[in-house]
């Protein structure tokens, strides 16, 4: 069974350091990957794909197959980069669109 | 476009009680779905629908029922509420490709559920 996993509850950095939140994920086919990030009294809204290979708000993700994982990364944090992030796999191709999420990470970004 | 709309924002019940949260969206997203969300648990999907007429079970399915009469709405009903359905509810669509994967999901705001 598919499975997504974010190790850290809460990531606290502060303004100016790099950000790394990890993302692995178990899936026995071709995992498509996405991060999703909730702003306080916001809706949860795409932040980036792995597919396209994008660089969203200054945050980059790197597939690696190797080690199954999918790290959102972003070399100098802002305040309003304070948010819940989730890592998502889709395995619903042909069934729907259908994402496993894992439990989210808290990044909190001090001044 | 409004976008995925959820009603009511807020509720309270108490055990036993039945209500329908309501979603409804105007962007003619064949797929629709429903994911509550828990501390420490992340989201996890109730029930989806790729299409009218077509439902699906997800990953917690029980105590929930779904029905998609129409493109735009997708009603989760509780039956008969427990304490355990206590959670926040998002409803997400989007459109659906059988070749087009990475589709992305549109949310709601959420209903915030208390059982008593």
């Known amino acids: 069974a598919q499975r997504v996993t974010q190790p850290e509850k809460l990531l606290s950095v502060f303004k100016g350091a790099p950000v790394e939140l990890k993302c692995n994920y178990s899936y026995s086919g071709s995992p498509e990957l996405f991060w999703y990030v909730q702003y306080s009294r916001q809706r949860l809204q795409l932040l980036l794909r792995?597919?396209s290979r994008e660089s969203i708000k200054g945050f980059t993700a790197d597939l690696n197959k190797g080690e199954t994982s999918f790290h959102l990364k972003k070399p100098f944090a802002q305040e309003e980069d304070s948010a819940m992030y989730y890592c998502a796999l889709q395995t619903g191709r042909g069934g729907g669109n259908k994402l496993t999420f894992g439990t989210g990470t808290q990044l909190k970004v001090e001044l | 476009n409004a976008g995925v709309t959820q009603t009511p924002k807020f509720q309270v019940l108490k055990t036993g009680q039945s209500m329908t949260l309501q979603c409804a969206q105007d962007?003619?997203?064949?797929?629709m779905s429903w994911y509550r969300q828990d501390p420490g648990m992340g989201l996890r999907l109730i029930h989806y629908?790729?299409?009218?007429?077509?439902?699906d079970q997800g990953e917690v399915p029980n105590g929930y029922n779904v029905s998609r009469s129409t493109t735009e709405d997708f009603p989760l009903r509780l039956l008969s509420a427990a304490p355990s359905q206590t959670s926040v509810y998002f409803c997400?669509?989007?459109?659906?490709?059988?070749?087009?994967?990475?589709?992305?999901?549109?949310f709601g705001n959420g209903t915030r559920l208390t059982v008593t």
């Open positions: 629908s790729v299409g009218a007429g077509i439902t």
């Open positions: 962007m003619n997203h064949e797929y």
């Open positions: 997400a669509s989007s459109l659906q490709g059988r070749d087009s994967p990475n589709l992305p999901l549109h």
């Open positions: 792995h597919i």
